[in-house]
């Protein structure tokens, strides 16, 4: 896909996935997405092979849009009804009329290239940050060091039932969770995703949740 859109990739990026890996990526500067009417730029896209991650019989992945390519935007994703939405001032107002306002928080990583998006879970102890990860298949997955704040057990191999409550009042709740070591709190995969629209605001740090609509 690199090759295909003139890109000569060059230099290094260096992130960590949220078991801890590392992850080294050569890099190309101004890549332009075209969707319709539609025209994302990003300064920065990291190159890398996407077969290392997948299952061997995963169909071939061209690439990645990550959020940063939405710096200045407000983007609704509903992984249900496979749709990704620009919002206008106007179609914000009515996308937001009924849904839940929750806490957001954007974090730079990979030296400021990668914009990663966390939502705050309440614990008994305080807020932790979970990861909004439509990469990834799970449901919910746990740190290990946060687990028991959610009557999980931090070594238990199997599934776990889960359940947590974000600001706003939008439940959280799962019946397949797992605990896992990771540099983070905890990731929210498309388990959950795929129940729920998410409305983001990448200038100004916030988002909304609505229920999805059944097909």
């Known amino acids: 896909t690199a090759a295909e859109i003139g890109c000569k990739p060059w230099g290094q990026l260096s992130g960590y996935r949220m078991r801890g890996d590392r992850v080294d990526m050569a890099r190309c500067n101004d890549v332009t997405l075209r969707s319709g009417e539609v025209t994302l730029k990003t300064e920065t896209a990291a190159v890398f092979e996407f077969s290392k991650l997948l299952p061997k019989d995963a169909p071939p992945v061209a690439g990645s849009v990550a959020l940063d390519s939405f710096a200045g935007k407000v983007v609704t994703i509903d992984i249900a009804r496979r749709q990704l939405t620009i919002e206008t001032p106007a179609s914000l107002k009515r996308r937001i009329a009924g849904a839940r306002p929750v806490e957001l928080r954007l974090a730079d990583e990979v030296s400021g290239h990668a914009l990663m998006p ?30 028991a704040l959610f009557g999980m057990d931090p070594e238990g191999k199997g599934p776990q039932a889960f359940r947590g409550q974000l600001s706003g009042g939008v439940a959280l709740t799962a019946d397949n969770a797992r605990a896992m070591p990771l540099i983070l709190d905890g990731n929210i995969g498309l388990g959950i995703l795929k129940t729920w629209v998410v409305t983001i605001d990448v200038a100004h740090a916030r988002a909304w949740i609505t229920p999805s609509a059944p097909n």
């Open 118 to 147: 966390f939502l705050a879970v309440q614990t008994p102890q305080g807020k932790v940050w979970m990861e909004l990860d439509s990469g990834s298949d799970s449901s919910v997955i746990v740190a290990s060091h946060n687990a």
